[in-house]
């Protein structure tokens, strides 16, 4: 089993910036690659950013430009550095922790969520 535990939310200003960290612990060898998903109420769960091992990353259109997904593999932590929030980004953010091959990636692991506010 992974654990997985984000912190780093909280409410910020239109324009402002967050970063998000995520923690793993356990069997971390059996993950190579943790990204982000989002959820906003009354909405379903999307994806947000990607980081596969190699350093290949992935974004959703809506945060490219402005999100950006790091690893640091000796602390077994993954990063989410948000710019130019704007209140659309709003939503609880769930960072997520899996295997990828080739184009595929398959989530393994959950965290707990954390929530992320942005006012006008």
């Known amino acids: 089993q992974v654990q997985l535990v984000e912190s780093g939310g909280g409410l910020v200003q239109a324009g402002g910036s967050l970063r998000l960290s995520c923690a793993a612990s356990g069997r971390v060898f059996s993950i190579n690659a943790m990204g982000w998903y989002r959820q906003a109420p009354g909405k379903q769960r999307e994806l947000v950013a990607s980081a596969f091992s190699g350093g290949a990353t992935n974004y959703a259109d809506s945060v490219k430009g402005r999100f950006t997904v790091s690893r640091d593999y000796a602390k077994n932590t993954a990063y989410l550095q948000m710019n130019s929030l704007k209140p659309e980004d709003t939503a609880v953010y769930y960072c997520?922790?899996?295997?990828?091959?080739?184009?595929?990636?398959?989530?393994?692991?959950w965290g707990q969520g954390t929530q992320v506010t942005v006012s006008s």
């Open positions: 997520n922790a899996g295997r990828q091959y080739g184009s595929t990636y398959t989530i393994d692991y």
